[in-house]
């Protein structure tokens, strides 16, 4: 049974992905996003990490999807502004992700059979996370803060590029018709 919930969850949120990327309408792909978040969160669930659960709930579904649905809306985007060529790196990055994965299954077997042996036993979750996070795991967890401001500086940059470039040509003509 757990099989097939691992295999549901992980489907749904390979699929979700892809339309995430694909999809042309911003909008559908933030939802496809809320979709793979909830199944992500699910997948948590069948780990026994409910409080990870929760979190990714309410921090990814519910606070980072909302902030870049206002940076998608502040963006503005044109129509010929709002889609590159995105394929071939799409694909190559989607190749690396799966020869990782057939990697990883052939070297140490199923990850649904390794899931028991992460369950937390005697201490809490979080008290279990807290301490894997800020002793094993701290050069990682900066490094992922350092990209999230980085992150945060570009989507600055990209929304206030007019202040940088000067005014644009629709200004130009405002100015000129008055």
Do not use: C, W
């Not at 659960?53 to 579904?61: E, P, R």
């Not at 057939?102 to 042996?117: D, M, N, Q």
Request: hydrophobic share 55%; net charge negative; charged share 10%.
């Amino acid at each position: 049974m757990s099989y097939l919930v691992f295999f549901y969850l992980a489907t749904v949120i390979a699929v979700t992905a892809v339309l995430v990327v694909l999809l042309r309408n911003p909008i559908y792909s933030a939802l496809s996003l809320l979709v793979l978040f909830f199944h992500v969160a699910g997948l948590y669930v069948t780990l026994h990490a409910e409080f990870l659960a929760a979190v990714q709930i309410l921090v990814y579904a519910g606070a980072i999807l909302v902030l870049y649905l206002f940076v998608v809306m502040l963006l503005n985007l044109k129509a010929e502004d709002r889609y590159h060529n995105q394929l071939p790196v799409a694909a190559f990055l989607g190749l690396m992700a799966l020869t990782e994965v057939i990697l990883l299954v052939l070297h140490r077997g199923s990850p649904v059979a390794s899931t028991e042996e992460f369950a937390v036993s005697s201490t809490g979750n979080t008290e279990s996370i807290g301490e894997v996070l800020y002793s094993q795991y701290l050069f990682p967890f900066e490094i992922a803060s350092l990209v999230l401001l980085v992150a945060m500086i570009g989507a600055i940059i990209l929304a206030k590029k007019d202040l940088l470039t000067g005014p644009s040509d629709k200004d130009h003509r405002e100015t000129a018709s008055t």
